[in-house]
T-cell receptor, first 115, second 114 residues
Framework: AQTVTQSQPEMSVQEAETVTLSCTYD???????LFWYKQPPSRQMILVIR??????QNATENRFSVNFQKAAKSFSLKISDSQLGDAAMYFC????????????FGGGTRLMVKP | NAGVTQTPKFQVLKTGQSMTLQCAQD?????MYWYRQDPGMGLRLIYY???????DKGEVPNGYNVSRLNKREFSLRLESAAPSQTSVYFC?????????????FGPGTRLTVT
């Protein structure tokens, strides 16, 4: 079974600074997808960024980028120029085409942004 | 275009009571999912429906039943609620079952069982 681990329950960052959230996963599959979701206090799950495992190039979406290390099974999220609106729970998730397209989530990291 | 909608937003049940959580999507998606999120944890898949007329168990199906009423609607039923089912329930949908399709989430239903 696949597992996703986020080792940082809480992180804080100063506004305008950069922060990196860590995620590791375990799988025997070679073809899969990895995601970072943001969950603000409203509870809405918002997709931040996704990475296809077969792509070596790290995904970027504006201020958000990932460092995908397939051999190490590591998938970290870097948030540059942090903004107050970035404060939320962040979940790393794994998915492959088996097991009904199920998303397997990590336990989450609470990000606080200090003004 | 409302996306994925869920009703109710909040519910309190007594142990042993039953209820149905409703989910609807207006994106013409084929696949729909029910997840639960316990405090301090990520979401876990309860059941999914790859397409209209099919349903399958996910990671934590015990104590739940589902119905894919039509392409738009996917309901989750608790026949005899237990305190362990206190959680936030999320419905999601995607265009297809392949991982290339993004899952879109509803706003969640917070359920408390006393």
């Amino acid at each position: 079974a696949q597992t996703v681990t986020q080792s940082q329950p809480e992180m804080s960052v100063q506004e305008a600074e950069t922060v990196t959230l860590s995620c590791t996963y375990d799988t025997s599959e070679s073809d899969y997808y990895l995601f970072w979701y943001k969950q603000p206090p409203s509870r809405q799950m918002i997709l931040v960024i996704r990475q296809e495992a077969y792509k070596q190039q790290n995904a970027t979406e504006n201020r958000f980028s990932v460092n995908f290390q397939k051999a190490a099974k590591s998938f970290s999220l870097k948030i540059s120029d942090s903004q107050l609106g970035d404060a939320a729970m962040y979940f790393c998730a794994y998915q492959n085409n088996n097991a009904g397209n199920m998303l397997t989530f990590g336990g989450g990291t609470r990000l606080m942004v200090k003004p | 275009n409302a996306g994925v909608t869920q009703t109710p937003k909040f519910q309190v049940l007594k142990t042993g009571q039953s209820m149905t959580l409703q989910c609807a999507q207006d994106m013409n998606h084929n696949s729909m999912y029910w997840y639960r999120q316990d405090p301090g944890m990520g979401l876990r898949l309860i059941y999914y429906s790859a397409s209209e007329g099919t349903t399958d168990k996910g990671e934590v199906p015990n104590g739940y039943n589902v119905s894919r009423l039509n392409k738009r609607e996917f309901s989750l039923r608790l026949e005899s609620a237990a305190p362990s089912q206190t959680s936030v329930y999320f419905c999601a949908s995607s265009e297809g079952q392949s991982s290339i399709y993004e899952q879109y989430f509803g706003p969640g239903t917070r359920l408390t069982v006393t």
